[in-house]
């Protein structure tokens, strides 16, 4: 029986319309509902998500809504990017977020993430049980 799964559910922004721009084929809907089956099927699992600040255009209020979804949520692991012009791309035409705004945007989110990692990880204190290892890698110790 398995008993904890890792998820990896690519959410990108908590703003239906920032989605769209993105040519997202998910809505923070789905994004809610994805994380709430699976959380109720398996409560010890982990779920992972991406998101990009400074998305071309993006208003305060539409990143507002992206903090609101990870509040609400509670990602056990966010990949958190600040945008970058691509060159190529629908977005780099787009009217851009200044860089101080972004930067902005990342910090508060990144302290936002911080916390909810450590309250979402102190479940994990004092557990002892199996685990699987399935990739070398380097042992971190502090």
């Keep these: 029986m398995i008993k904890s799964i890792n998820f990896h559910i690519p959410v990108q922004s908590g703003n239906n319309r920032v ?3 993105m040519l997202r084929g998910h809505s923070r809907e789905d994004y809610i509902l994805m994380c709430s089956r699976f959380r ?3 409560p010890l699992s982990s779920i ?4 990009i600040v ?7 209020e539409e990143f507002n ?3 609101e979804l990870v509040k609400s949520t509670q990602p ?4 958190l990017s600040k945008y970058g ?14 860089n101080s705004k972004i930067n902005e945007r990342s910090k508060i989110l990144t302290s936002i993430i911080k916390e909810i990692s450590l309250s979402r990880n102190e479940k994990w204190l ?3 049980g199996n685990c699987l290892v399935n990739e070398k890698g380097k042992v971190m110790v502090q």
């Design 19 to 21: 989605l769209k721009s």
């Design 40 to 42: 109720k099927k398996f």
């Design 48 to 51: 992972a998500t991406d998101i």
């Design 54 to 60: 400074g998305y071309p255009t993006e208003t305060d």
């Design 65 to 67: 809504d992206t903090v």
């Design 76 to 79: 056990d692991v966010v990949n």
């Design 85 to 98: 012009a691509r060159p190529g791309t629908k977005a780099i035409e787009m009217e851009q977020v200044p």
């Design 126 to 128: 004092g557990w002892v």
